[in-house]
């Protein structure tokens, strides 16, 4: 247990994905490593690369001195140049020693985790090198690792843990994202509200409420007259948010009531991940 209660559901659910993530790896022959996953340009081998990469860098070990190849298309954005050096970096290592590192960083972390005594409002070193709480980077981290076990799920076809507890740190991170989603992004009026009806492992209804001067909030109580409602499951509800699905490839699994050129612009604005 960390000293914070703050920051064990963060940790609980960090370790139940990392722990699945290595659960479906370690079987691995060494050419799965290089089976293409839903994230652009990366492999099994890369994205259990950044996995493992964050998770040291939160130890507090020292980047890789490392210069990037040239013809790496997927990465465009400076952010996208720093998450591919950990990744670049551990390219041609063998499957024995992508799990040995794994299994060595899940052990390390996990002990950080346990006798952490820092303060959830201390500031720590976040990706290229801004500032953030301890207990945003510790959500963070249990948000992007059960994306990322998804992900490997997909690509191995191994279905799972979609009501996992990262799959509830990751609903609370996407419904965080939504008033700016429908507020600034798609461009809701002023005094509006759009309802999301989710079913399936995680099911939810939240309200954004938009109000005179265009700014967005999320609740859970219903709307009499909401400007639009729409109706997805939860799978289709993540997969959007976090890039892992073109709207074109699902539009007919959602049910969009009320106004229709709304609904395309909160849908077409829905994704959060970099």
């Known amino acids: 247990m960390t000293v914070h209660s703050s920051l064990q559901t963060y940790a609980d659910a960090w370790t139940h994905s990392v722990e699945a993530i290595s659960e479906l790896v370690t079987p691995l022959a060494e050419g799965e490593w290089n089976w ?10 890369d994205i259990v690369s950044h996995v493992i990469g964050l998770d040291c860098e939160m130890l507090g ?29 551990r390219r041609h290592h063998t499957a024995p020693e992508m799990t040995s590192e794994l299994e060595y960083t899940i ?17 720590v070193r976040g990706p290229l090198g801004n500032e953030e709480t301890l207990e945003e980077a510790t959500r963070k981290r249990a948000f992007d690792v059960w994306v990322h076990e998804q ?29 700016v989603v429908v507020a600034k992004r798609a461009g809701a009026p002023a005094n509006s509200a759009v309802v999301f009806d989710v079913d399936g492992p995680v099911d939810f209804l939240r309200t954004v409420r938009i109000d005179a001067d265009g700014r967005g909030t999320v609740d859970s109580s219903p709307s009499l007259g909401p400007a639009v409602t729409l109706a997805l499951d939860w799978e289709t509800f993540y ?5 892992r699905l073109k709207l074109s490839a699902v539009r007919d699994q959602i049910k969009a009531d009320g106004d229709q050129d709304l609904a395309e612009a909160i849908l077409e604005n829905f994704t959060i991940t970099p």
């Open 151 to 179: 992900d490997l799920r997909t690509t191995l076809r191994k279905p799972g843990n979609l009501d996992s507890p990262g799959a509830f740190v990751t609903r609370d991170t996407l419904l965080s994202t939504l008033p």
């Open 107 to 123: 052990i390390r972390r996990s002990r950080q985790l346990r006798n952490e005594s820092r303060d959830p409002q201390t500031k």
């Open 239 to 243: 997969k959007l948010g976090c890039g």
């Open 61 to 89: 070990d020292p980047r890789p001195i490392h210069t990037l190849p040239r013809d790496l298309y997927h990465v465009q954005t400076e952010l996208q140049r720093y998450m591919e050096v950990q990744v670049d970096v």
């Open 36 to 45: 293409a996953t839903p994230c652009p340009g990366w492999s099994v081998r």
